[in-house]
């Protein structure tokens, strides 16, 4: 899923809106915890956190950031860990079956969504992939003969580029090289989004190319080596 940049959206707002953004929250704060604890006036405490709330959604109104507010943010910003399925925290989990708290699998999703995501698809530079276990599948007929490459998605991700371009890399090492998907198409972000609520995290660009340089093994793009091949005829 595409979260919300809170730190980008802040570092867009001029000084005077950051000051005026951050008196409201501040505001908001306090009289939620007013609330919270029940503190009397408490009416009044319940006010503070509207109004704080309702001004600093206008400002963010005023600069032309409230669309971006419909998305769910990332938390990562604020050093939380949220599942990149439904948004769930360990201070704010999901229910599972008999009211027990969800917990965190090894591919990175909350146990709710990793056993809603079991068998699901997800359709990406034009490759089908189901996830089974901890793998994304893809099935195609290459010459007659059925071929299947498996994407381990601990260790995945997605990043999107400056021009909109979505990749997706594979968990694999494989010595030599590290497998990846380019979707670039007009519904990338739609297929990007699908493929993060099958467990694959999105990192910002920066974050994605530190990953690589860390990893030190080059990516075969194989989305740019089939569009090579088909162009020879190959």
């Known amino acids: 899923m595409n979260r919300f940049d809170a730190a980008a959206a802040w570092d867009s707002l001029p000084a005077e809106a950051q000051r005026a953004f951050g008196i409201a929250a501040l505001i908001s704060v306090i009289g939620a915890e007013g609330e919270d604890r029940g503190l009397a006036p408490l009416q009044g405490y319940i006010a503070a956190a509207h109004e704080g709330a309702h001004a600093a959604k206008m400002i963010a109104a005023d600069h032309g950031l409230l669309p971006d507010l419909l998305r ?15 948004g769930c925290t360990d201070a704010c989990s999901c229910a599972t079956v008999g009211e027990e708290p969800c917990h965190w699998t090894a591919t990175g999703l ?4 990793a056993a809603a995501a079991e068998g699901q698809e997800a359709t990406f530079a034009g490759k089908l992939l189901v996830r ?3 793998y994304l599948l893809n099935v195609e007929i290459v010459d007659g003969n059925e071929t299947t490459r498996a994407f381990k998605i601990d260790g995945s991700f997605l990043s ?8 997706f890399v594979d968990g694999f090492l494989y010595g030599t090289f590290r497998s990846a998907l380019l979707d670039d198409g007009p519904a990338s972000d ?15 660009m920066g974050t994605a190319q530190q990953r690589v340089a860390d990893a030190g093994v080059p990516l ?6 089939e569009r090579r091949q088909a162009a020879k005829g190959v």
Request: include cysteine; aromatic fraction near 2%.
């Open 72 to 86: 769910l943010p990332d938390l990562a910003i604020i050093g939380v860990q949220a599942c990149p399925g439904c």
């Open 190 to 204: 739609v297929a990007a989004a699908a493929l993060s609520a099958l467990g694959v995290p999105v990192l910002d």
């Open 220 to 225: 075969l793009n194989i989305t740019l080596m």
């Open 132 to 134: 089974e276990g901890g």
């Open 160 to 167: 999107r580029d400056e021009n909109g371009r979505w990749l």
């Open 110 to 113: 909350c146990s709710s969504c």
